[in-house]
């Protein structure tokens, strides 16, 4: 069967077997109402492209080619705070996907009469209403959360709580069959739950390809790009970059006040840099988060009076803690020029106008990793971005 093609490369890969584990339906939480509506769209158009709307003409599969695949449902909250889930339609028989960002802080509710911000902890219980009002019903369940809950408290270094891993326990305890989730701060935490699907996924191509294109006259080799983890946790992703990019890499590493704690961290009390000079070269500065921004604008200014030429920064999630106007300054001074982030987190529209800020679109991906997951095919093609990274520098080249 043919392939579908796409301007990303080959998001939506061969897929053989036509027939899908259930219709598919998108539940997709408040929190990622924006998120979920493109997804959607995406998804509409790869089954009405695909030769497999032809397969449906003569072998009708209920609701296999939609005009939506969005879930009607909500959470209410009563006066208390209390809240349930609700389910406004049938799922019964369905491939159910729930989509989650547990990181949206504008949506608010009414408690005693006080207005209160939505924190991970009230978007993790609200999904867990929706998994409750559908267990029984659909026939199987996969959550689609792409900031894991919790994902930072992912070890325990002293008598603390292992929230992450908790997390994962209770979800597959209540009936989810898979977790999907987009760039793991540990993806060793899937060893909470051995026997049950846990998938991470990485942006990399598509912040490269975003890169590429707000930045024309980049030149990606040795001689002109460098990348370079803020800290060691982040090693991996810059080893990454480096190999298939065929440049060098270099690395930071924090120096911690472990007598103190503030904001609930150690604080930082100087970043150490190792690796080749910078000197003249553009650098792209990798890392999963940012979260405060703290220690990766400090990265930022020592890269420049070590004489990098521009500094880029990749972030899986631009969370912006701290608010905007340090980036704003250090823009302005020329310690950075671009901050990239996906947009499978709320990001604010204030942030989205800032002209060092450029936008990592993953809508077409999650759709495709859902839609291969429905087709209950391998997912092993669109997991690794190496081959379509090579084919982009094939392009630039």
């Known amino acids: ?107 608010t509710y009414k408690m005693f009469g006080q207005e209160n911000h939505m924190s991970p902890d009230n978007h993790y219980q609200d999904l867990k209403r929706i998994i409750n009002a559908a267990n029984g019903k659909a026939k199987r369940i996969t959550v689609v959360m792409p900031f894991l809950y919790e994902g930072r408290q992912h070890k325990r270094s002293m008598r603390e709580s292992l929230d992450a891993a908790s997390a994962l326990q209770e979800l597959v305890d209540m009936g989810v069959s898979d977790i999907v989730t987009i760039d793991a701060h540990d993806p060793r935490v899937q060893n909470a739950i051995p026997l049950h699907g846990f998938d991470s996924f990485m942006a990399t191509y598509q912040a490269l390809k975003t890169l590429v294109s707000c930045t024309p006259d980049l030149k990606i080799d040795g001689d002109h790009l460098m990348a370079v983890s803020p800290d060691e946790g982040a090693m991996d992703r810059a080893v990454y970059f480096a190999n298939v990019l065929g440049i060098d890499m270099g690395m930071f590493y924090k120096r911690r006040d472990y007598s103190t704690i503030v904001n609930g961290k150690n604080p930082i009390v100087a970043h150490e840099f190792l690796g080749a000079s910078v000197e003249g070269k553009d650098v792209l500065v990798v890392d999963d988060m940012i979260s405060s921004g703290e220690s990766m604008l400090d990265v930022a200014r020592q890269l420049k009076e070590r004489k990098a030429k521009r500094v880029f920064v990749f972030t899986t999630f631009g969370l912006f803690t701290d608010g ?36 990592v679109d993953m809508t077409k991906y999650l759709a495709s990793i859902i839609d291969h997951l429905n087709h209950d095919v391998s997912i092993s093609p669109i997991q690794s971005p190496t081959v379509k990274i090579q084919s982009l520098l094939e392009k630039l080249r």
């Open 324 to 359: 905007l106007e340090k980036f704003d300054e250090y823009y302005e001074k020329g310690y950075i020029t671009k901050v990239l982030t996906t947009n499978c987190t709320y990001r604010t529209p204030e942030l989205l106008k800032r002209p060092w800020y450029e936008e």
């Open 1 to 107: 069967m043919a392939e579908r093609k796409s301007s990303e490369g080959t998001q939506r890969q061969n897929i053989e077997n036509p027939i899908p584990v259930g219709p598919l339906k998108l539940a997709v939480l408040e929190g990622a109402a924006d998120l979920g509506r493109k997804v959607d769209q995406q998804l509409v158009q790869f089954r009405h492209e695909t030769p497999l709307h032809k397969y449906q003409k003569n072998n009708p599969i209920r609701g296999y080619c939609e005009d939506s695949y969005l879930l009607k449902l909500a959470c209410p909250r009563f006066g208390t705070g209390e809240g349930k889930g609700v389910i406004m339609e049938s799922v019964r028989g369905c491939d159910l996907y729930i989509l989650v960002d547990v990181t949206n802080y504008s949506l």
